[in-house]
């Protein structure tokens, strides 16, 4: 029978597809992925990123000997450094603190997940993205061999997943009633097809310290930076400005950074490489660049009750 009051089908919209995030059975990996296929690994061991996938291709290179089970820094991804660069100076509170401090040998805590996703349709599966957050804070750590076990801090971590793009930042506390001084980067190791076919764009012109030659000031060249041997650089340059890692002298990723002021490039190239016994494949520096955002090459001062706040953008070209 016909029925003309029929009620009309309600309108059903088209399931918008959202981030997938999960732990891993032992606890120590987040992955997390986008409906459109890209994809973030962190480990909490150091809170290290040690994938991430975008446009079909891995962009961050990770030693095939790296140590992933937490006894010792994780060679590639993206190893983070606090509270001090490199070996700690004589008499300053990082003192006895292990090169490029705790934060990258230390088991972070996850926080959660937060995501958003932008409507899709049939032919579109939207904009999703995911952010992932991660704390350490001084009740946390064992054992500090410094002057910093006196000091305390909350630092909260967050990677967050775009389609096109990869963000770090960090909102590192002073929790204490005293002041402290910190460094902090992101030691970020991107994975590259050929090294002798890279070139870094936005450094040109500007003075570095050469530390393949005890620290020596030297003024740079007017071209991008290209690679054939050790390099070790530490840069000073207005966070404003972006950096361009191009291979082939097409453009693939683009560095931004907000509050880091310096910038290392590094590649240990093949004797430094074999000797480093979590380095490989032995010829694993051919396909790799560290670009490292960071504060590093003054001290930054936090006074008790502060926050600093800093971070990086990695945008695939
Ligand atoms: O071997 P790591 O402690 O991880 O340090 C690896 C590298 O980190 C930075 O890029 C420094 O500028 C280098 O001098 C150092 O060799």
Redesign the pocket.
């Known amino acids: 029978m016909d029925r003309p009051k029929k009620p009309s089908a309600i309108p059903v919209s088209p399931t918008i597809p959202t981030p997938n995030v999960s732990i891993s059975q032992d606890n120590a990996r987040v992955t997390a992925s986008l409906p459109t296929g890209e994809s973030v690994e962190v480990l909490l061991y150091g809170a290290t990123v040690i994938s991430w996938k975008c446009k079909g291709k891995e962009n961050l290179f990770l030693s095939s000997k790296a140590h992933l089970d937490g006894s010792k ?1 994780v ?1 590639g991804g993206i ?1 983070l450094v606090f509270p001090v660069f ?1 070996p700690p100076p004589a008499n300053h509170a990082t003192t006895g603190l292990p ?2 401090g705790f934060a990258r040998i230390s088991k972070w805590e996850y926080l959660g997940k937060s995501s958003s996703e932008s409507s899709a349709t049939p032919s579109n599966t939207g904009d999703a993205s995911v952010k992932l957050d991660f704390g350490l804070s001084n009740t946390m750590l064992e054992n500090i061999p410094s002057e910093w076990k006196k000091y305390q801090f909350g630092i909260t971590y967050s990677v967050t997943l775009n389609k096109e793009d990869l963000e770090t930042s960090l909102a590192i506390r002073n929790t204490g009633t005293t002041d402290w001084e910190f460094h902090t980067l992101f ?1 970020t190791y991107l994975a590259v097809d050929n090294i002798s076919q890279v070139s870094i764009k936005g450094l040109e012109s500007s003075s570095y310290k050469d ?1 393949t030659q005890g620290g020596k000031e030297v003024q740079g060249t007017s071209g991008p930076i290209t690679i054939a041997g050790e390099v ?1 650089r ?1 840069y000073s340059l207005d966070p404003s400005k972006t950096i361009v890692v191009a291979e082939k002298n097409k453009p693939r990723y683009e560095i931004s950074r907000d509050m880091l002021g310096d910038v ?1 490039v ?1 590649n ?1 190239w093949e004797s430094k490489a074999k000797s ?1 016994a979590d380095f490989g494949p032995e010829d694993g520096y051919k396909n790799m660049v ?1 670009v ?1 955002a960071g504060s590093v090459l003054a001290w930054n001062t936090l006074e008790a009750g502060d926050t600093w706040e800093g971070g990086q953008r990695i945008q695939v070209l």
């Open positions: 820094a060679r190893p490199g090169q490029h030691h530390k070790d530490n290392v590094w240990p480093m560290c490292e």
